[in-house]
């Protein structure tokens, strides 16, 4: 009898206790602007990189690949030019990857239109906070994969919201 109500709190400890095998699918990045440059550097947990490839790999390569494809600036409907994305040293268990974006015109002077839309295609809740510093305005907005851009007025006007 003391070994049947041992093995029932047992099992009812096991089904009362939450799993940990998920983490929540998120990513940072941090931006400011300099002339007609826009740095950034963007933050996610290693295991996101591993959702980008089937196959075994370089994270930092995968991860530097995937960002190159799916984040990007535009100003006043030219795009501006992005330089090779470095990685950066992180937090174990993080990967870090530095932005540099070139664009045509100083960066107060036409509206920009940044896209970061990483992770989305892999991870439907994914959701990613950035920070974007633009003279002596800054912002923080939540993107997900229903808003995958922010907008840049310049300086007199510096934020819209797309929501």
Not at 4 to 11: D, H
Not at 85 to 97: F, H, I, M, T, Y
Not at 113 to 132: G, N
Request: one cysteine or more.
């Amino acid at each position: 009898m003391r070994a049947t109500v041992t093995l029932l709190f047992l099992i009812l400890i096991a089904v009362l206790t939450p799993a940990q095998a998920h983490t929540r699918s998120q990513s940072f990045s941090t931006w400011i602007a300099d002339g007609n440059a826009l740095r950034g550097v963007y933050q996610v947990d290693a295991y996101r990189a591993t959702q980008l490839s089937a196959a075994p790999q370089d994270l930092g390569v995968i991860l530097r690949e995937h960002l190159a494809r799916t984040v990007s600036l535009v100003q006043g409907g030219a795009a501006c030019r992005l330089d090779p994305l470095k990685s950066l040293e992180a937090p174990r268990g993080d990967l870090r990857v530095e932005f540099r974006f070139i664009c045509p015109q100083p960066l107060a002077a036409a509206p920009l239109l940044l896209t970061v839309a990483a992770f989305f295609d892999v991870s439907i809740s994914h959701v990613h906070y950035l920070r974007v510093t633009l003279s002596r305005a800054s912002v923080e907005a939540i993107l997900s994969d229903g808003r995958r851009d922010l907008v840049i007025l310049g300086e007199r006007r510096p934020w819209r919201r797309l929501c």
